[in-house]
DNA sequence: GGGTCCCCGTTTTTT
DNA sequence: ACGGGGACCC
């Protein structure tokens, strides 16, 4: 990532792999022993940090490779590290347990599943399962899944589980009347669930390994013995499960190196705790601190713009960052009419760049496009359309996430792991066999009744007799279909049997028949994956390797590579750079986001400044920051005020282009004001206004109040008693009817 | 069992 | 606006 630096390094018994690093670099690669928490500013070399420290212990004899743990959050980031390790030393590195915490709990897990009442095939459940699964046992509980969504109700388990309670451990006051307060059972009831299925979700992994690091010190004893040196990637977006995993394991050696950022923190709301961060030294005994204060990304404008900005967050243990590059361009700040004109102005920025022949020449892949929410991709995507700009949204559907993909895997899971309810519960319609509503209650009901599979209930079933004609026929040919391939599996290719498995059961041919209708033209692409599915099965020893990898690992990356320009959302974009960084959006509502300030008021206001920070420091050279007088915002128009965030930016650093505000006043105490001529553009705002629209008893929504009934009608004025925010009298221009 | 209509929700997302 | 999911009906 760094440019400053050689990235190939000779060999490895000339430590020179030290010699192209900062001073304080430096101390954090060779401060091997004892706690020690590297804060690294963006752009300040914290992966060559990592890398160089792990090559540094095994090139000194400190420690062998599998003496050695390295935790990441991403994939991604894991990979990284491997390879950049591999590449500093000769040594063979594949002994080091470098992975995610999930997948480095998982290893643990499925080493001692037993010891805590799993067997050590276990599944992983995706999300998507583990809200049918909790929906099933809300159900069951007699609680309103209306009235309580299980996804709500998921997020709130996932939250105990980040902050490593299991069920008899939920603290008082934070089970409220979650669930008409049945929260703690429903969640004691997903894990003996989930215990009965031999399956884990993804909070689990974590949770189950600290559980039983705490139950079992024998165990965690041997761990202690395997780990020396800890080191953590991106500390500060640890939650307290992982926290409390790592210092258990730190305890015995007290050899651990935590890297992070506190004023990255942008995850907090998927229970990341930057407190992790700040109270490190407290936290480990004689902790040491080096600060990576030198950028080597960013121009000054740019830096001193992030700067600048974050030195408005209050809790922040605070560093300075510097750099040598002192030439740029300002950072540069427009303001438009709306969405579609900040779209224009993007795209035409980016063609005179790529098009100029006397500047430099930019290369489509350094320029980026950073939004705060994803709705706001769209206007872009249909300008570069229009403009035949090669682009690339970042982050959208995981492959994994695909229903096809994971409809074929829920069969590889059944095949390979009859018992798994889940998957069987999901193919054993698709396709369409007949099999309906009323003949999947019986088939549960029997299972649940004596406690055995859906499977092994739907064979008994089937050779008792007890399904309908038609339904016995089918699932008794899908039951023996699924022995056959099974059988097969001894003789023939894993990934040949997995494609005449969903050839024979018809499941691609369900995709076909799709592909033929007119109004289907996703179902070609759905059937390419599945072939790219198949073909990815062939690189793996075997199906159960495959599950692994899949449940853990499996990526997005269908990399369309090339030259595109990227655009994303920010919390993607944390970790990457580009030469060109555009910021769209910077309106308050959308940035700092309306519900962010509203869940979680000043805290919410510093993470979304931690995420505008994020932003500007993604970029090298250039950065354009805008923001628009009108915004359509679930087909209403609404028109913003410039974010808080603009006048965080200092004027010596900035450059407003032709906008309306007054450039002789200091940045901060300019007056934003969107008194914009409406073009020839009629502002389809009057929406709504029409008072006889509205009638008593009407359900409306309010962008800040919500959901609510109208009381009274007052002439313009309605009285309103919301869902959650109470009783309120507002113009009727103000609300939508719902 | 499958098609149709209505209601809800719509920030960020990894594993 | 729009898609997903559930209720309802045939």
Same mark, same amino acid.
């Given at each position: 990532?760094?440019?400053?630096?050689?990235?190939?390094?000779?060999?490895?018994?000339?430590?020179?792999?030290?010699?192209?690093?900062? %001073?304080?670099?430096?101390?954090?690669?060779?401060?091997?022993?004892?706690?020690?928490?590297?804060?690294?500013?963006?752009?300040?070399?914290?992966?060559?940090?990592?890398?160089?420290?792990?090559?540094? /212990?095994?090139?000194?004899?400190l420690a062998y490779p599998n003496q050695i743990l390295a935790v990441t959050f991403t994939n991604k980031a894991?990979?990284?590290?491997?390879?950049?390790?591999?590449?500093?030393?000769?040594?063979?590195?594949?002994?080091?347990?470098?992975?995610?915490?999930?997948?480095?709990?998982?290893?643990?897990?499925?080493?001692?599943?037993?010891?805590?009442?799993?067997?050590?095939?276990?599944?992983?459940?995706?999300?998507?399962?583990?809200?049918?699964? #909790?929906?099933?046992?809300?159900?069951?509980?007699?609680?309103?899944?209306?009235?309580?969504?299980?996804?709500? #109700?998921?997020? /709130? /388990?996932?939250?105990?589980?980040?902050?490593?309670?299991?069920?008899?451990?939920?603290?008082?006051?934070?089970?409220?009347?979650?669930?008409?307060?049945?929260?703690?059972?429903?969640?004691?009831?997903?894990?003996?669930?989930?215990?009965?299925?031999?399956?884990?979700?993804?909070?689990?992994?974590?949770?189950?390994?600290?559980?039983?690091?705490?139950?079992?010190?024998?165990?965690?004893?041997?761990?202690?013995?395997?780990?020396?040196?800890?080191?953590?990637?991106?500390?500060?977006?640890?939650?307290?499960?992982?926290?409390?995993?790592?210092?258990?394991?730190?305890?015995?050696?007290?050899?651990?190196?935590?890297?992070?950022?506190?004023?990255?923190?942008?995850?907090?709301?998927?229970?990341?705790?930057?407190? $992790?961060?700040?109270?490190?030294?407290?936290?480990?005994?004689?902790?040491?601190?080096?600060?990576?204060?030198?950028?080597?990304?960013?121009?000054?404008?740019?830096?001193?713009?992030?700067?600048?900005?974050?030195?408005?967050?209050?809790?922040?243990?605070?560093?300075?960052?510097?750099?040598?590059?002192?030439?740029?361009?300002?950072?540069?700040?427009?303001?438009?009419?709306?969405?579609?004109?900040?779209?224009?102005?993007?795209?035409?920025?980016?063609?005179?760049?790529?098009?100029?022949?006397?500047?430099?020449?930019?290369?489509?892949?350094?320029?980026?496009?950073?939004?705060?929410?994803?709705?706001?991709?769209?206007?872009?995507?249909?300008?570069?359309?229009?403009?035949?700009?090669?682009?690339?949204?970042?982050?959208?559907?995981?492959?994994?996430?695909?229903?096809?993909?994971?409809?074929?895997?829920?069969?590889i899971h059944v095949l390979m792991q009859p018992n798994n309810d889940l998957a069987f519960e999901r193919i054993?319609?698709?396709?369409?066999?007949?099999?309906?509503?009323?003949?999947?209650?019986?088939?549960?009901?029997?299972?649940?009744?004596?406690?055995?599979?859906?499977?092994?209930?739907?064979?008994?079933?089937?050779?008792?007799?007890?399904?309908?004609?038609?339904?016995?026929?089918?699932?008794?040919?899908?039951?023996?279909?699924?022995?056959?391939?099974?059988?097969?599996? $001894?003789?023939?290719?894993?990934?040949?049997?997995?494609?005449?498995?969903?050839?024979?059961?018809?499941?691609?041919?369900?995709?076909?028949?799709?592909?033929?209708?007119?109004?289907?033209?996703?179902?070609?692409?759905?059937?390419?994956?599945?072939?790219?599915?198949?073909?990815?099965?062939?690189?793996?020893?075997?199906?159960?390797?495959?599950?692994?990898?899949?449940?853990?690992?499996?990526?997005?990356?269908?990399?369309?590579?090339?030259?595109?320009?990227?655009?994303?959302?920010?919390?993607?974009?944390?970790?990457?750079?580009?030469?060109?960084?555009?910021?769209?959006?910077?309106?308050?509502? #959308?940035?700092?986001?309306?519900?962010?300030?509203?869940?979680?008021?000043?805290?919410?206001?510093?993470?979304?400044?931690?995420?505008?920070?994020?932003?500007?420091?993604?970029?090298?050279?250039n950065l354009f920051i805008t923001h628009a007088a009108n915004r359509r915002i679930y087909n209403q128009w609404?028109?913003?005020?410039?974010?808080?965030?603009?006048?965080?930016?200092?004027?010596?650093?900035?450059?407003?282009?032709?906008?309306?505000?007054?450039?002789?006043?200091?940045?901060?105490?300019?007056?934003?004001?969107?008194?914009?001529?409406?073009? %020839?553009?009629?502002?389809?705002?009057?929406?709504?206004?029409?008072?006889?629209?509205?009638?008593?008893?009407?359900?409306?929504?309010?962008?800040?109040?919500?959901?609510?009934?109208? %009381?009274?009608?007052?002439?313009?004025?309605?009285?309103?008693?919301?869902?959650?925010?109470?009783?309120?009298?507002?113009?009727?221009?103000?609300?939508?009817?719902?």
């Amino acid at each position: 990532m760094q440019h400053n630096h050689a990235d190939n390094l000779p060999n490895s018994d000339n430590p020179s792999y030290l010699a192209n690093l900062n %001073n304080e670099q430096l101390e954090a690669v060779e401060i091997t022993d004892g706690a020690l928490l590297v804060l690294a500013g963006a752009g300040t070399g914290k992966t060559r940090v990592l890398t160089t420290r792990i090559a540094h /212990i095994i090139n000194t004899g400190l420690a062998y490779p599998n003496q050695i743990l390295a935790v990441t959050f991403t994939n991604k980031a894991s990979r990284e590290m491997t390879e950049r390790v591999a590449s500093m030393l000769h040594h063979d590195v594949s002994g080091m347990w470098l992975g995610t915490f999930h997948s480095i709990c998982a290893k643990i897990l499925r080493r001692h599943a037993e010891a805590i009442g799993f067997q050590s095939n276990f599944t992983i459940l995706d999300a998507d399962d583990q809200v049918r699964l #909790l929906k099933k046992i809300m159900e069951e509980a007699g609680i309103d899944t209306k009235k309580h969504t299980p996804k709500i #109700l998921m997020s /709130i /388990i996932q939250g105990y589980k980040d902050k490593g309670w299991n069920p008899d451990q939920v603290q008082s006051g934070f089970a409220g009347d979650f669930a008409d307060g049945k929260i703690v059972q429903i969640y004691d009831a997903y894990q003996r669930r989930l215990r009965n299925i031999n399956a884990m979700d993804f909070g689990d992994l974590l949770l189950h390994c600290l559980t039983m690091f705490q139950k079992k010190p024998d165990i965690l004893a041997t761990y202690h013995g395997f780990f020396k040196y800890i080191l953590v990637d991106e500390y500060q977006d640890t939650n307290v499960a992982q926290y409390m995993w790592l210092r258990l394991l730190a305890q015995a050696s007290g050899n651990i190196c935590c890297v992070g950022d506190d004023d990255q923190s942008i995850y907090s709301w998927r229970g990341a705790q930057v407190g $992790n961060i700040l109270r490190f030294s407290k936290d480990f005994p004689n902790a040491q601190t080096v600060k990576l204060e030198q950028n080597y990304r960013s121009t000054h404008h740019i830096l001193a713009a992030a700067s600048s900005l974050i030195a408005n967050n209050k809790s922040r243990i605070g560093k300075t960052l510097h750099t040598t590059s002192i030439d740029g361009e300002t950072v540069r700040v427009k303001f438009l009419w709306d969405g579609d004109e900040e779209a224009k102005f993007v795209a035409n920025e980016i063609e005179s760049m790529t098009t100029s022949m006397t500047r430099e020449k930019h290369s489509m892949s350094q320029f980026a496009v950073l939004v705060r929410a994803g709705f706001q991709t769209r206007a872009f995507e249909e300008r570069f359309l229009t403009l035949n700009i090669p682009y690339k949204v970042v982050g959208g559907l995981r492959f994994y996430e695909r229903a096809e993909i994971r409809d074929a895997i829920a069969y590889i899971h059944v095949l390979m792991q009859p018992n798994n309810d889940l998957a069987f519960e999901r193919i054993i319609n698709t396709p369409k066999r007949g099999i309906g509503k009323s003949s999947l209650e019986v088939l549960y009901r029997n299972s649940r009744d004596q406690s055995i599979p859906l499977y092994d209930s739907t064979a008994q079933m089937v050779n008792d007799g007890a399904l309908p004609a038609k339904a016995g026929k089918v699932m008794g040919e899908l039951l023996n279909q699924f022995a056959n391939y099974r059988r097969m599996l $001894n003789d023939v290719e894993h990934d040949k049997v997995v494609e005449q498995m969903l050839e024979e059961t018809g499941y691609l041919g369900m995709w076909r028949d799709e592909a033929k209708k007119e109004r289907s033209p996703e179902a070609e692409g759905r059937l390419e994956n599945l072939r790219e599915l198949i073909r990815a099965l062939a690189e793996f020893e075997s199906l159960g390797d495959f599950l692994e990898h899949i449940s853990l690992v499996m990526d997005n990356d269908q990399n369309k590579s090339g030259e595109m320009v990227n655009i994303m959302t920010l919390h993607a974009a944390k970790g990457l750079e580009f030469d060109t960084v555009f910021l769209p959006g910077w309106e308050e509502g #959308l940035f700092p986001h309306q519900r962010s300030l509203d869940e979680s008021g000043s805290g919410g206001l510093e993470e979304e400044r931690r995420l505008a920070y994020v932003g500007i420091t993604r970029a090298r050279k250039n950065l354009f920051i805008t923001h628009a007088a009108n915004r359509r915002i679930y087909n209403q128009w609404q028109n913003s005020m410039p974010s808080r965030f603009l006048k965080e930016l200092p004027a010596q650093n900035v450059d407003i282009l032709s906008s309306n505000l007054n450039m002789s006043q200091p940045i901060y105490e300019r007056k934003f004001e969107p008194r914009v001529e409406p073009l %020839n553009r009629a502002i389809p705002a009057a929406k709504g206004i029409d008072t006889n629209a509205f009638q008593m008893g009407n359900r409306v929504f309010h962008e800040k109040f919500g959901y609510g009934y109208i %009381n009274n009608i007052n002439g313009d004025n309605l009285d309103i008693n919301f869902d959650h925010t109470g009783k309120k009298t507002l113009k009727s221009s103000f609300v939508k009817k719902s």
